[in-house]
């Protein structure tokens, strides 16, 4: 079977009550039961803020491609709106094909974004839906004291009831649904609850003990309630009543702690409530939020925990304090009795007195409170989620049917849009339907054929015709001109805040076409984003739209081509550096993958990843690497020669000419080879040194050296801003290439080198012997004379012929490297 869980109950408001727990822990404990069940998850796209974690929580137990994501219109307050965003919610959960859906929470608000419903479209699968409690039902004056209230509640009620099957969260609640609503006992069964391994018994020394006592605002002993919400049935001024109640000796010793996610106008209730009960000012403490771990830390320490609350599908707190080994007391009515099991524990919650009564007795016997405390050790072992999850599933079972008699899932966008505007107050505006279309498109549309979006965002701009710049174009048209297996390929560009499709600049640059225009981006489910270009500079900008896509189910992968700029920031200008490191760690932080253009940069990058980047839930980002092409013509060369060409060529090929390939800049070695050359010249070397590359910073200094060096156009030449036509002349009249980079991403220049049997010499770092191998001759030092000895020992090698040869060094082609890259990216 295909079961199909909505997980909107996670998503929500819901995600810091109970319902939120509960519907998350349901839904991986079925996934790690399900067997030969299929479990997908479905979430809503307008709650992406709890999306990635979910994900993370699931990636060990279900493919990503099953953790689906739908989006529904926003303005949900109109009446036409809602309704057709049911419609789309059905509709997209039809398209997943699923056997049986199980909805995890009906009862969310669309105030959030939140949309669920039963039935509102023809369905062709079975509804099971998780129930909680029907307390506004049953408390219609205090939860639904307006028309409004009662009217969604009522609409709620009414799917409830169409659903084939109801989830029962506690006897209590089962016991509730057959009385109250319209449907029949065999069709509601009772699953029960569980918590998590994250509640146990926390052991504290005395001194760790008063530092999170002092940090969450306690003094020593306390009294602890974890409501799991507020609102009225919570019971807190019959609570903070009784606490009043107490002797004064005990009031001095214990402190009254609530531990809950207050709103200011909560906070200022039970601050009242404090005022009015004569509470002294240390008595009571309003923790706010808590996070799991400090939860199960207050668990741990309360001397009592109370729980007064007057109606409870189950009371998860209840059973996550007895696990941390806390002494539990509870309200004798709804679901509480059956989770805390033992009638000695329990108060009559509408009493004032009674509830005052039982903490006094706790607090004041001894005796008492350790057989509550060693109950609780073993009434806590009897709630499993595994065991919750069978019941589950097993009610499930009775409602599907196999997977196999599935029928494939149809979609015609004309009878849908028809659908909707036939729907009852069918008046919307334009933006009405705008939004509509696009959440059809990210919904259905996107299924046809996926997307991989390349983002080339520089080179659109201002093509600078780097080294970088060529490996983008040269990436770009191979992927255009094979894109991989049913993925179309569209080139994207940043723009003012959001991202267009690059047509025109394609157009122009790949075709010869003109009059393209760039429209807004659309994505779905299952397209992937490739930043082929550096946009160090749009980090923070490019962030919160990568997050947004990832959490729609896009990956987001990144090309990385080196590290250095982490590992030397003196080699640029400030602050090139921190932009850098702001880049990589956004990229670490959103990506799900990031594709080095060597494997030494890959251990690199997952060495400083390990250091700087706290560890996330999925275990991403994979890091993995690929080799670039060497193929000038394939890379979109530019060409053409300037006047003196010829002359430049023949004086090159006149005697040996070593050359250098990179734009002239601090790391690139250029200082030290020049003064090298400076010293064998002046032994009588006869020999030519050739620079090919722009100028580029922090080398003011060096620029004036070569300008004004009495050895320029004699045997020093600087070729700056050459064509690729121009190069491809200049390696075939060079007798060597001089690497002299102290640190590369890759090295490009030892491949077209190569390409063109030349020999090479390189300085002895880690990717140069990654690409070159044996293939290159190579020196370390950083001094001239360092330089000076090598390319000694290299000259006699050469006269003897025995220096290392390129000819046979192995080199990918652009579409070879496409072809890395495209095995990367679906790694």
């Given amino acids: 079977m295909r079961i199909v869980i909505d997980l909107q109950g996670a998503q929500s408001e819901?995600?810091?009550?109970?319902?939120?727990?509960?519907?998350?822990?349901?839904?991986?404990?079925?996934?790690?039961?399900?067997?030969?069940?299929?479990?997908?998850?479905?979430?809503?796209?307008?709650?992406?803020?709890?999306?990635?974690?979910?994900?993370?929580?699931?990636?060990?137990?279900?493919?990503?491609?099953?953790?689906?994501?739908?989006?529904?219109?926003?303005?949900?307050?109109?009446?036409?709106?809602?309704?057709?965003?049911?419609?789309?919610?059905?509709?997209?959960?039809?398209?997943?094909?699923?056997?049986?859906?199980?909805?995890?929470?009906?009862?969310?608000?669309?105030?959030?974004?939140?949309?669920?419903?039963?039935?509102?479209?023809?369905?062709?699968?079975?509804?099971?839906?998780?129930?909680?409690?029907?307390?506004p039902l049953l408390n219609k004056d205090v939860y639904l004291p307006t028309q409004a209230l009662r009217d969604y509640y009522s609409k709620k009620i009414e799917w409830l009831e169409r659903a084939d099957a109801l989830l029962a969260i506690s006897q209590s609640s089962c016991d509730e649904a057959v009385e109250y609503l319209e449907v029949p006992r065999e069709s509601v069964v009772n699953i029960s609850a569980a918590i998590g391994e994250q509640f146990y018994p926390k052991v504290f020394t005395g001194e760790t003990a008063a530092k999170f006592l002092q940090r969450m605002g306690i003094h020593e002993k306390f009294v602890l309630y974890a409501p799991g919400g507020f609102d009225p049935r919570k019971n807190f001024s019959r609570l903070l009543e009784a606490y009043s109640l107490l002797k004064p000796e005990l009031r001095s010793v214990y402190q009254l702690v609530i531990a809950s996610k207050l709103h200011d106008l909560q906070r200022i209730e039970l601050l009242d409530l404090k005022e009015k009960f004569g509470f002294e000012i240390h008595e009571l403490v309003l923790t706010g939020y808590v996070a799991d771990e400090d939860l199960v830390s207050l668990y741990s320490l309360a001397s009592l925990f109370v729980f007064p609350s007057t109606h409870e599908g189950f009371g998860l707190p209840v059973l996550e304090a007895m696990a941390c080994g806390a002494p539990v007391i509870g309200s004798n009515c709804s679901s509480v009795p059956e989770v805390i099991g033992l009638d000695e524990a329990l108060f009559d919650p509408l009493s004032v007195n009674s509830i005052s009564t039982k903490i006094s007795q706790v607090l004041e016997d001894d005796q008492l409170r350790c057989s509550l405390i060693e109950h609780a050790k073993v009434q806590s072992r009897k709630f499993s989620w595994d065991e919750t999850a069978t019941k589950a599933i097993a009610a499930i079972e009775r409602l599907g049917t196999s997977l196999e008699d599935s029928k494939p899932y149809e979609f015609s966008q004309r009878a849908f849009l028809e659908g909707l505007l036939n729907l009852p107050h069918c008046q919307p505006t334009d933006r009405q339907l705008a939004k509509l279309s696009s959440c059809i498109a990210f919904n259905f549309l996107g299924q046809a054929k996926r997307q991989l979006l390349l983002d080339i965002s520089?080179?659109?701009?201002?093509?600078?015709?780097?080294?970088?710049?060529?490996?983008?174009?040269?990436?770009?048209?191979?992927?255009?001109?094979?894109?991989?297996?049913?993925?179309?390929?569209?080139?994207?560009?940043?723009?003012?805040?959001?991202?267009?499709?690059?047509?025109?600049?394609?157009?122009?640059?790949?075709?010869?076409?003109?009059?393209?225009?760039?429209?807004?981006?659309?994505?779905?489910?299952?397209?992937?984003?490739?930043?082929?270009?550096?946009?160090?500079?749009?980090?923070?900008?490019?962030?919160?739209?990568?997050?947004?896509?990832?959490?729609?189910?896009?990956?987001?992968?990144?090309?990385?081509?080196?590290?250095?700029?982490?590992?030397?920031?003196?080699?640029?200008?400030?602050?090139?550096?921190?932009?850098?490191?702001?880049?990589?760690?956004?990229?670490?932080?959103?990506?799900?993958?990031?594709?080095?253009?060597?494997?030494?940069?890959?251990?690199?990058?997952?060495?400083?990843?390990?250091?700087?980047?706290?560890?996330?839930?999925?275990?991403?980002?994979?890091?993995?690497?690929?080799?670039?092409?060497?193929?000038?013509?394939?890379?979109?060369?530019?060409?053409?020669?300037?006047?003196?060409?010829?002359?430049?060529?023949?004086?090159?090929?006149?005697?040996?000419?070593?050359?250098?390939?990179?734009?002239?800049?601090?790391?690139?070695?250029?200082?030290?080879?020049?003064?090298?050359?400076?010293?064998?010249?002046?032994?009588?070397?006869?020999?030519?040194?050739?620079?090919?590359?722009?100028?580029?910073?922090?080398?003011?200094?060096?620029?004036?050296?070569?300008?004004?060096?009495?050895?320029?156009?004699?045997?020093?030449?600087?070729?700056?801003?050459?064509?690729?036509?121009?190069?491809?002349?200049?390696?075939?009249?060079?007798?060597?290439?001089?690497?002299?980079?102290?640190?590369?991403g890759f090295g490009l220049p030892l491949i077209e080198a190569a390409q063109h049997h030349l020999p090479m010499i390189a300085r002895d770092i880690p990717v140069f012997r990654e690409v070159a191998g044996d293939h290159a001759f190579y020196f370390e030092g950083l001094t001239p004379p360092s330089l000076v000895y090598a390319l000694r020992e290299w000259l006699k090698l050469f006269k003897l012929g025995e220096h290392p040869q390129s000819v046979n060094m192995p080199w990918l082609t652009w579409k070879q490297s496409a072809d890395q890259l495209k095995q990367a990216v679906f790694q």
Avoid at 88 to 106: A, G
Avoid at 110 to 133: F, Q
Avoid at 727 to 737: D, I, Q
């Fill in 458 to 744: 520089s080179i659109v701009h201002s093509d600078a015709k780097s080294g970088i710049q060529r490996v983008v174009r040269s990436l770009l048209q191979e992927l255009l001109s094979a894109p991989p297996e049913k993925l179309s390929v569209r080139p994207i560009y940043y723009r003012a805040g959001r991202y267009y499709y690059a047509d025109e600049f394609v157009g122009r640059v790949f075709s010869g076409s003109e009059g393209a225009s760039d429209a807004p981006i659309d994505y779905s489910q299952g397209d992937i984003y490739l930043s082929l270009d550096l946009t160090m500079h749009l980090a923070d900008e490019l962030y919160p739209l990568h997050a947004k896509m990832r959490s729609s189910g896009v990956e987001i992968k990144f090309i990385v081509y080196d590290l250095l700029l982490v590992h030397r920031p003196d080699w640029w200008p400030a602050p090139t550096a921190d932009y850098f490191t702001n880049w990589l760690k956004r990229i670490t932080d959103v990506g799900t993958g990031l594709i080095c253009i060597s494997e030494a940069v890959a251990q690199e990058l997952k060495n400083w990843v390990a250091f700087n980047c706290p560890a996330r839930r999925d275990g991403g980002p994979q890091v993995r690497s690929f080799h670039l092409g060497a193929d000038i013509a394939s890379s979109v060369p530019s060409a053409g020669f300037p006047k003196n060409a010829q002359k430049v060529l023949a004086q090159l090929k006149a005697r040996p000419s070593f050359l250098m390939v990179s734009t002239i800049e601090p790391r690139k070695g250029h200082a030290q080879t020049i003064a090298a050359f400076e010293s064998m010249w002046a032994e009588g070397l006869d020999a030519n040194l050739v620079i090919v590359g722009k100028r580029g910073w922090l080398v003011d200094a060096l620029i004036t050296t070569i300008e004004q060096h009495t050895a320029l156009n004699v045997r020093l030449f600087w070729l700056e801003g050459i064509s690729d036509e121009y190069l491809e002349n200049v390696y075939a009249a060079s007798t060597c290439l001089i690497a002299a980079s102290e640190g590369e």
């Fill in 14 to 135: 819901s995600r810091f009550r109970g319902i939120g727990r509960y519907s998350l822990s349901l839904a991986l404990a079925i996934a790690r039961e399900a067997g030969n069940h299929e479990v997908w998850i479905a979430l809503n796209g307008r709650m992406p803020e709890s999306i990635l974690d979910i994900q993370a929580a699931f990636s060990t137990l279900i493919p990503k491609e099953r953790i689906r994501v739908f989006e529904v219109p926003d303005e949900l307050s109109s009446a036409w709106v809602l309704s057709a965003a049911e419609v789309i919610r059905e509709e997209f959960i039809s398209s997943l094909v699923p056997d049986v859906v199980l909805i995890s929470s009906l009862f969310e608000d669309p105030g959030v974004g939140a949309v669920t419903s039963v039935g509102a479209s023809a369905r062709n699968y079975k509804t099971a839906v998780v129930l909680y409690d029907l307390i």
